[in-house]
């Protein structure tokens, strides 16, 4: 009886060893997914409200790209040299981001070309910069053709993404999705619900945040992003520190432990 109660005890304290150990080896498999409250369905169609897109205004310190083509090829040589100067704010940027070249807005929110002079800019979109550049322009050349973009719209994604840092966008119409994607995508460690935007605005400071996992976030007013912007994501609180690799030692260690701890334990019994 003491033999049999003996066999049970060793039996039921193996099974609870081995179930301790395979518990410790379970990992939780994050949710990463975005727009979760989009339902799966190939018979339904979901429709959501989308943020109207406003050209970004010109702002003091914007680098502008200006150019202007006339019909006289010697013309064109003058006011090109005239808009390609260096940027002179000395902005600095890495390999992925080079060094900015155009037409830096004064304070005054003006900028100087060759024959028309200065030009206030700011406030202006670029295509309302490039209208007025044009019938200033158009005094003095035939059919002049101005082109005007942003040389520096820029924006920058910092904390757990993959490549943070600043990136230059190749167009004003720029969501925060299209930043995340330049940023490499946010890691599985990165808080999904609660994205911060940091804006300027008239020397204001502006914070909105976003939840990624929702499709509400296609409506924000702030899901196009303005030149200058900054897309801070914070990490979850549950992400893991760094004593990981320690427990994850000590773990192998004492299941290693209870797997010689089994076998001893059942050799004997089954001598027995």
Sequence with gaps: MVTKFVKFACYSFIL?????????????????????????????TVLTKAAPFKNP????NDVLQVSVITLDRDVNDILAAGTRMANPSGNNFS?????????????????????????KVAGLTTFAARDTIHNRMEKYYKKPVVNVRFANFTVSVLG???????????????????????AGDLTVDAKRENVLLMRDSSNIKVFAR??????????????????????????????PSGNDAVKSRNLTIVTTAISVLATI????????
């Design 16 to 44: 609870w060893m081995v179930a301790i150990s395979m518990q410790g080896c379970k990992t939780q498999q994050p949710n990463v997914a975005y727009f979760r409250n989009v339902p799966d369905s190939l018979t339904k």
């Design 210 to 239: 976003f939840n990624l996992t929702s499709s509400n976030l296609l409506a924000s007013r702030y899901f196009y992003l303005h030149q200058g912007d900054v897309v801070y994501v914070e990490a979850k609180k549950t992400k």
């Design 265 to 272: 334990i059942t050799l004997i019994l089954t001598r027995n």
């Design 160 to 182: 757990e993404v993959n490549k943070p840092g600043p990136f230059t966008a190749p167009t004003e119409k720029l969501s925060i999705v299209d930043a995340i994607t330049m």
């Design 57 to 60: 205004l010109i702002q003091s």
């Design 95 to 119: 390999s992925s981001n080079p060094a900015i070249s155009g037409l830096l807005v004064d304070e005054q929110g003006t900028i100087e070309l060759p024959a028309i002079g200065k030009v």
